[in-house]
């Protein structure tokens, strides 16, 4: 028996002890050391945008916000602006996988900070941002503690369990490490904005324009998915807004209303033969507890859903969408 | 709880030092585990335990009755011969009373529904009203084939009913099999809690090296497997029939890994607590023949079968048509275990068919050796056999993964298509799925000999551990997306 335990304690050991110290090493997660804006290679999107946020807020002093998912990536602050009251300082608040309380913390945070918050722009997803489990502790998608209030030792033993958890993320951050590699991930230090190159250029929206964006093989891999996976006809989406879901868009407004925010909701388009558009329940529920006239749905078959090339694959649009979404919303707005 | 779920990481060595620093207090320690085992069940729906004990309870006192009912009395007189014939007789109603209980609970859960609904699409009356829509307990249909086997067990006089209920407890639901086997018989599994158990390294070593090779089977092949698999029949009348096959031989992988890779984690489980459990898997898709292939695959259900209703109704020594029966009855039955779908039915129906010529030849025993035994391949005979067996299985799978026998029949029809012979679907992963499948098939066809393929049993340490380490960084590398085993369903 004492044999048998200490057999397994030595296989057990070894390797984690040399995984603590990768750990500590190449601080995968960028939460255990400070790290350097321009060198973020890290998968956490939503720790790196609070950091960043938290980092510049003081100097920047941000009062508009974009809450979107890995969909957000399309969207661009820098034309948001131009729609915005002279002031306006817009962050792209981004998280992999957003999600209602991931929204509602980050709101919450702010009103107790007294952020200012005059507009925003909240980006959902079918079915992510109503997604069963609001909380994910995945290395991608956990939530900053800042917003969630558990101890930092406990948010880091979490990112440390998903590090073991994949071994080519180890030897990625490794070989980095080594390497000493400084790779860029994102390049706008103010906005958070995925890609600031000049956005005009998404303005006419070519196809090719979009295809360039994403790589030779995202654009093979999902011109491959859509062939097989192309449904005959569009699917709606069951009914997502739970209950309790609903409570907390009920707050989120009331959030909004308490520092009249100029605010609106985008349900955000994407392919729409491989992905169900909105349930007319959901939507009914938003429409009632924002106001149909903010609320923006972009899923099912559209000018814009029916062409693969708008996307970069099967759930991102394109830059050129992103653009486009921004120039409709307000030029509804102003019909209004 | 999952053997594959971050809970479990921590369960298992919690309930294994508490099991074994209990190992001078055998009445404590199976109390422990049916603890252990009530909060592992309870994971799923706390509600299910009062199920799990009602069945344990019925089938405890069912064995003290039906042994009461046996005891003879008196010498021969007619009085006592008498009493003796009413003693018997209690003694079987008592049998019967427990297998009725328990088959009615599983029919209530698991069959009501399906024998309703049919009955009124039958007489075309709605029965919408009549409908209980309760969810199925999960490995319901397991512990309670074990707790029927007992009281049959103890009636036929092949053990003797314990009085110690805790031990009776453990026994029914020793969690590493109790969601899904192997379908464990008392007088295998029952004896050994009613004696101290002993840790052997060279067990525990062997236990831990189960469970990591049942772990590859299931998140590396089965899940992702599953991934490929889900896709295709979720759209099967848009694909290809070259797609619509591999889809179904990667199904017949997909399922073997996830319910033979559960049985090795249980099998490996049970090592560490010094209890041993039966073999459920013998490498099925090496089988020259389909009753080769019943030999191999779930054991444990096939031998209950065999031995509580098969030889019961005669087996094969009866006359031909009684053996056409029992061949169809137990594989109707096996069918329908796995669940109230004609699809299930149409399966066994299908392996009945297959099977029925080799008992009527007297062939169903040609092969009870490993294949390729004492050599490193097989010959292109026995490659052939292999093959052949493997795509008769193949076409049962397909049936058994359809949600209707319509579908079965449009994904057939869809494989005998011109478009056979075109390329096949490829999606992200395909090739990675692939090679794990053949990296099983090759370490299961080495170790064939052995209980599981990762026995290790002539390398050194050093080696032993770069194998076990290259499995773990593949296992978290390569793991599909979680899913639960095929097999809870049922």
Redesign the interface.
Same mark, same amino acid.
């Given at each position: 028996m004492k044999k048998f335990v200490i057999t397994i304690l030595v296989f057990v050991a070894i390797p984690l002890f040399l995984l603590v110290g990768i750990y500590l090493w190449t601080d995968p997660f960028r939460c255990l050391h400070k790290f350097d804006i321009q060198d973020i290679d890290a998968v956490n999107r939503e720790y790196l945008s609070t950091e960043l946020f938290l980092r510049n807020n003081s100097t920047y002093h941000y009062n508009s916000f974009i809450f979107a998912s890995s969909r957000g990536m399309a969207l661009n602050t820098y034309q948001w602006k131009q729609y915005l009251p002279d002031g306006s300082q817009p962050f792209l608040f981004q998280a992999w996988s957003e999600t209602v309380t991931g929204i509602e913390l980050k709101l919450d945070y702010m009103q107790e900070h007294h952020i200012p918050i005059d507009n925003v722009l909240i980006l959902i997803d079918i079915p992510g941002t109503f997604d069963k489990k609001q909380l994910s502790t995945g290395a991608m998608t956990i939530k900053h503690y800042v917003f969630t209030g558990e101890p930092k030792w406990m948010y880091n033993a979490v990112q440390f369990y998903n590090f073991i958890q994949s071994p080519s993320l180890v030897f990625r951050y490794m070989k980095k490490a080594i390497r000493k590699d400084k790779e860029v991930f994102f390049s706008d230090t103010i906005s958070n904005d995925f890609d600031n190159t000049n956005y005009l250029a998404y303005r006419e929206c070519p196809p090719q324009d979009s295809l360039n964006y994403c790589s030779a093989l995202t654009r093979g891999s999902f011109i491959e998915k859509v062939e097989h996976m192309r449904l005959k006809e569009v699917v709606v989406s069951d009914p997502l807004i739970t209950p309790r879901l609903e409570q907390q868009l009920i707050h989120i407004r009331a959030i909004l209303d308490a520092n009249q925010t100029d605010y609106h909701i985008i349900v955000s388009p994407a392919y729409c033969y491989t992905n169900p558009s909105l349930n007319p329940d959901d939507l009914e529920i938003l429409n009632r507890i924002f106001g149909a006239e903010r609320v923006h749905d972009y899923t099912g078959e559209n000018e814009w859903t029916i062409d693969y090339n708008n996307f970069l694959d099967p759930n991102h649009f394109g830059k050129c969408i992103g653009y486009r979404i921004i120039e409709d919303i307000y030029k509804r707005d102003n019909e209004n | 709880m999952l053997f594959n779920s971050i809970e479990y990481l921590f369960f298992l060595p919690i309930v294994f030092l508490i099991y074994?620093l209990l190992r001078n207090h055998l009445k404590l320690q199976n109390l422990f585990v049916v603890l252990a085992s009530y909060v592992f069940y309870g994971w799923w729906d706390w509600r299910f335990l009062i199920l799990i004990a009602f069945t344990s309870l019925c089938s405890y006192a069912s064995g003290i009755f039906i042994e009461r009912g046996k005891q003879k009395h008196g010498e021969g007189d007619d009085a006592s011969l008498t009493k003796n014939i009413k003693n018997i007789n209690s003694a079987k109603a008592w049998m019967i009373t427990n297998i009725v209980i328990n088959l009615g609970i599983l029919a209530v859960f698991k069959y009501y529904d399906f024998f309703v609904s049919e009955f009124g699409a039958l007489f075309g009356i709605s029965t919408e009203s009549l409908l209980l829509r309760i969810i199925l307990p999960v490995g319901i249909s397991f512990y309670t084939f074990q707790a029927l086997s007992y009281s049959i067990d103890v009636y036929r006089g092949n053990i003797k009913p314990t009085k110690d209920i805790i031990a009776f407890f453990a026994f029914i639901s020793f969690f590493p099999q109790l969601v899904a086997g192997p379908i464990e018989r008392a007088t295998n599994l029952l004896p050994q809690f009613l004696q101290k158990r002993t %840790?052997s *390294?060279e067990q525990? #070593?062997d236990g831990?090296r189960q469970i990591l090779w049942g772990l590859f089977k299931k998140i590396v092949v089965a899940d992702n497997c599953a991934m490929y698999v889900d @896709?295709v029949w979720a !759209?099967y009348d !848009? @694909?290809s029939g070259s797609?619509l096959l591999l889809a179904a031989i990667l199904f017949t992988f997909q399922i073997y890994g996830d319910f033979s890779g559960y049985s090795d984690i249980a099998i490996g489980t049970a090592k560490l607590f010094g209890i041993k459990l039966m073999r459920n898997f013998n490498n099925p898709y090496f089988s020259r023949d389909i009753a080769e292939f019943w030999r191999r695959w779930h054991i444990s259900l096939t031998t209950w079968f065999r031995d509580y209703v098969y030889i019961p109704l005669g087996g094969s020594r009866v006359n031909k048509a009684k053996i056409v029966r029992n061949t169809f009855v137990i594989f109707l039955l096996s069918g329908f275990w796995h669940g109230a779908n004609w699809t299930f039915i149409v399966w066994g129906a299908y392996h009945a068919m297959l099977f029925l010529p080799l008992i009527l030849l007297g062939k169903n025993r040609k092969y009870t050796n490993q294949v390729a035994e004492g050599r490193w391949l097989p010959t292109w005979k026995e490659m052939g056999q292999i093959l052949l067996t493997f795509m008769l299985a193949v076409i049962g799978w397909i049936i058994f993964r359809a949600t209707s026998i319509s579908e079965a029949w449009s994904i057939m029809k869809g494989i005998c298509d011109v478009s056979l012979f075109s390329m096949p679907? #490829?999606?992200?992963g395909l090739k990675k799925t692939l090679f794990f499948i053949a990296v099983m098939l090759v370490v299961e066809w080495i170790d064939r000999d052995k209980e599981h393929g990762l026995s290790l049993s002539k390398l050194p340490q050093w080696a032993r %551990?770069v194998i =076990? *380490?290259g499995l773990i =960084?593949i296992m =978290?590398?390569f793991m599909g997306h979680s899913q639960s085993f095929i097999y809870f369903q049922f």
């Open positions: - | 074994w %840790f *390294y525990g #070593v831990m @896709q !759209t !848009t @694909q797609t679907m #490829v999606i992200s %551990f =076990l *380490y =960084l =978290l590398e």
